[in-house]
């Protein structure tokens, strides 16, 4: 079974020179899955946050391209968070995991690779549902 131990930090690789920076990721490589779907996050609001579920089939991996943002990681036993501030670097999220996006500094971007299109079916919206989901009794 995951754990938020099964979350990590991917180094990409960069091409820098005179006109700039060039991040590659390709999958199977730096990626740890086929690359179905991509998309972003931006303009949040102060106080705002984004996620707050869990996958049952979909691995993602989360890139902050501009800016910085956190992400809390939550296996239903333990938490942490991660802070993104490094175009470098993405945070691997297997499916079980529950994350949520927050912390969003202004003009802060989040990049999400995910490894299916999209699938309401996927998704594990509620904390309760999720801890039932990993068998995990409710101590509230």
Not at 45 to 67: F, M, T, W, Y
Not at 75 to 96: F, S
Not at 112 to 126: G, P, Q, T, W
Request: glycine letters at 6%; aromatic letters at 10%; a negative charge.
């Amino acid at each position: 079974m995951v754990n938020i131990d099964s979350c990590r930090l991917i180094d990409f690789q960069d091409r820098i020179d005179e006109r700039g920076g060039l991040v590659i990721a390709e999958a199977f490589k730096e990626i740890p899955f086929e690359i179905r779907r991509v998309f972003y996050l931006f303009n949040i609001p102060d106080e705002k946050s984004r996620g707050a579920h869990a996958h049952r089939e979909c691995h993602q991996v989360l890139i902050a391209p501009s800016g910085h943002f956190t992400v809390e990681v939550d296996d239903g036993i333990n938490r942490r968070r991660i802070l993104m501030d490094n175009p470098l670097k993405g945070l691997y999220i297997p499916p079980g995991i529950w994350a949520s996006e927050l912390l969003f500094e202004p003009g802060a971007v989040c990049l999400v690779l995910a490894s299916d299109n999209y699938d309401e079916s996927d998704y594990i919206r509620s904390y309760d549902d999720y801890l039932s989901f990993r068998g995990i009794r409710s101590i509230r």
